[in-house]
Nanobody
Framework: VQLVESGGGLVQPGGSLRLSCAAS????????MNWYRQAPGKQRELVAT???????NYSGSVKGRFTISRDNAKNTVDLQMNSLKPEDTAVYYC????????WGQGTQVTVST
């Protein structure tokens, strides 16, 4: 099983980034996919969820700015992040959940001038 995140980097406040998570080794289409983030000194928090049927949910802090999507043909889940703020700075992790839970290694997002 592998989850590999990409797309992180340094961006100015108000900018956009698109994260992607490539999955392999399990039946991707059957799994709920999440994006989490962890800022320095803080607990890991759930950012966005997309179910196997395509239903989505977001934390209050990102709703209206972030969009989660999945492509079951490519086994990928993306997180489009717009209107980024310094408080969005964190390591972002992809997670797959059904009965088991699988995590990626994370990708750093830094929002700063």
């Amino acid at each position: 099983v592998q989850l590999v995140e990409s797309g992180g980097g340094l961006v100015q406040p108000g900018g956009s980034l698109r994260l992607s998570c490539a999955a392999s080794g399990f039946t991707f289409r059957s799994y709920v996919m999440n994006w989490y983030r962890q800022a320095p000194g803080k607990q890991r928090e759930l950012v966005a969820t997309i179910t196997s049927g395509g239903s989505t949910n977001y934390s209050g802090s990102v709703k209206g700015r972030f969009t989660i999507s999945r492509d079951n043909a490519k086994n990928t889940v993306d997180l489009q992040m717009n209107s980024l703020k310094p408080e969005d700075t964190a390591v972002y992790y992809c997670r797959a959940y059904r009965i088991n839970s699988y995590w990626g290694q994370g990708t750093q997002v830094t929002v700063s001038t």
